[in-house]
């Protein structure tokens, strides 16, 4: 799957928009799954930079 954008430029800014429905379809997707397990992603520890290297 390949997303397609458009491109809109208006002044200073550049507006994009999928022109594949499949990505918009995945995006609302996720938008659900994140809504449906909101507590526990809300509980998810974020690791740091810090935390990654191996000092």
Known sequence: ???AFD????????Y??????RVAELVVLAHALAADN???L???HR???AE????
């Open 42 to 44: 809300c509980a998810c």
């Open 7 to 14: 491109e809109t430029a208006r002044g200073r800014r550049a």
């Open 52 to 55: 990654t290297t191996d000092t």
């Open 38 to 40: 909101h507590t526990a």
């Open 1 to 3: 799957m390949r997303a």
């Open 16 to 21: 994009y928009q999928i022109t594949d429905a």
């Open 47 to 49: 690791i740091t930079e």
